[in-house]
């Protein structure tokens, strides 16, 4: 701290992403000249979600309370589970499709080389809800990177243990993309996984 | 210094900041050099699909100091090969023992070729000779290979009899039958000179005296993709 209240605003704001000292002092003055009460609510609300935000007991998402709004609901599928690695791209899921099972989240990925291991990632917690639920199929959303292929293979293996069906979400050609325009990993990627065209 | 489209290989991604990533290479002509890929990722990104470890690329890159930018790349050859569960961590363990043993900077062409053939056979291989073989030549190439031919007395090795190992001297021909994680027969010294296991056993002892020297040469630091294949094999059972 500076002791000057502008800069160690300035400097705070700089802790989130893509935000470089430019930016910080554009946030710093606007809120400043044009928008205090914004300035208020963003310190009040912030301030309240850093203490009281934690990890939903059961799929890991981010909650205030002991479980997230998707695994308080009843009206949600409990025979489907669908693992992620963020909580982002739990709610890339949740926005684009209609899939109304369960979660969990892994907050990361198998990486070896980087230390990080099946314990990093709640597997113990995951492998907890597969022996004491009705789980029937669990839906694998990792990446397609080298991690993620890692972490699905070891998914795989811990649903194919506790006898439930492990499926992987399709990855490949984007829709409305062209084919010569396709890097080859993506392309050979999308080869290997193609399905039977249903005639019906 | 300033390189174009040389061959090389992605063995680590690590995330820098929001976008940028630093990949850690092996290239055939500028040994193992970690490189600052710029906005690598992201949505915008339309390089992520190929800058892909496990295959041959040509990597461009500029500027002094520990870490050069990297600028264009270009594929080279066949693509990522499809690998998965047990064969893609076996990759991986050969990307983390580069890592770890080979110094940055030092080319070894010898060891560069010898890690892409690997890396295409591992689709369909016998994993563990494959691996053994990997690991001789690495430790051969960097000096600090194994004496496969003769023991301590200068005596050509006999298949039937039992040796200690020292990983910094020839193999010690032993006359008791005491079983030791150093000792191996003679068999399995000859089979690892010649790249042909015959048996159960020579895989077995194989396996132990190169993961002795590798120990030995690594220093106490552990490799995280061996704990990790055995922890693959404790969740299959
Ligand atoms: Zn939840």
Same mark, same amino acid.
């Given at each position: ?16 992403? =893509?935000? =470089? ?16 009460? =914004? ?5 009040? !609300?912030?301030?309240?979600? #850093? ?9 890991? #998402? ?12 009843? *009206? ?13 791209? *739990? ?16 907050? =990361? ?6 230390? !990080? ?11 907890? *809800? ?9 839906? !694998? ?26 499926? *992987? ?5 984007? !829709? ?25 | 210094?300033?390189? $174009? ?7 680590? @991604? ?12 092996? &290239? ?16 915008? $990104? ?39 569960? &047990? ?29 892409? $053939? ?33 023991? /301590? ?10 040796? @200690? ?14 079983? @030791? ?12 000179? $010649? ?29 995280? /993709? ?12």
């Amino acid at each position: 701290m500076s002791g000057v209240l502008l800069d160690d605003l300035i400097e705070a704001l700089r802790c989130l992403p =893509g935000v =470089g000292p430019k930016s910080a002092q554009r946030m710093a003055f606007h809120l400043l000249q044009r928008d205090r009460r =914004g300035g208020h609510t963003l310190s009040a !609300v912030l301030s309240q979600a #850093m203490d009281r935000v934690g990890h939903c007991e059961r799929c890991r #998402m981010y909650t205030e309370g002991a479980l997230c709004r998707v695994c308080d609901s009843s *009206r949600r599928d409990g025979s489907q589970i669908c693992v992620v690695e963020t909580p982002a791209d *739990r709610s890339s899921i949740e926005s684009a499709t209609g899939y109304q099972g369960q979660y969990f989240l892994l907050l =990361g990925h198998l990486s070896p080389l980087d230390g !990080v291991g099946p314990d990093d990632l709640g597997m113990p917690i995951l492998e907890q *809800r597969l022996t004491t639920e009705s789980i029937e199929e669990m839906i !694998v959303a990792t990446n397609p990177t080298i991690e993620g292929e890692a972490t699905a293979h070891y998914l795989s293996r811990l649903a194919t243990r506790h006898g439930i069906r492990a499926t *992987r979400i399709a990855h490949g050609v984007p !829709v409305g993309g062209e084919l010569e325009y396709i890097d080859r990993n993506t392309l050979a990627h999308a080869f290997n996984g193609r399905l039977i065209i249903d005639n019906e | 210094m300033r390189v $174009s489209l040389t061959p090389g290989i992605v063995l680590h @991604q690590r995330a820098f900041q929001d976008h940028h990533s630093i990949i850690d290479c092996l &290239t055939l002509e500028h040994g193992r050099i970690s490189l600052m890929a710029r906005g690598l990722r992201g949505k915008s $990104s339309r390089r992520a699909g190929i800058i892909q470890p496990f295959c041959e690329l040509l990597l461009s890159f500029s500027g002094r100091g520990d870490l050069p930018l990297l600028g264009a790349v270009e594929p080279q050859g066949p693509g990522r090969p499809q690998l998965q569960g &047990t064969r893609l961590l076996s990759a991986l363990y050969l990307n983390e023992l580069i890592l770890k043993l080979l110094p940055p900077l030092d080319p070894h062409p010898l060891i560069y070729r010898h890690y892409l $053939s690997t890396v295409t056979q591992l689709p369909d291989c016998h994993i563990g000779d494959t691996l053994r073989l990997f690991e001789l030549t690495l430790l051969n190439e960097m000096g600090y290979g194994p004496v496969l031919d003769y023991d /301590t007395e200068g005596e050509a090795l006999d298949a039937d009899a039992l040796y @200690q190992i020292d990983p910094e001297r020839e193999p010690r021909r032993i006359h008791s039958v005491m079983k @030791q994680d150093d000792q191996v027969h003679g068999a399995t010294l000859i089979a690892l000179q $010649s790249g042909a296991f015959n048996s159960h056993r020579d895989r077995l002892e194989s396996r132990r005296l190169m993961g002795l020297m590798i120990d030995h040469y690594l220093d106490g630091s552990p490799l995280k /993709t061996r704990a990790m294949l055995k922890n693959f094999h404790d969740t299959q059972r």
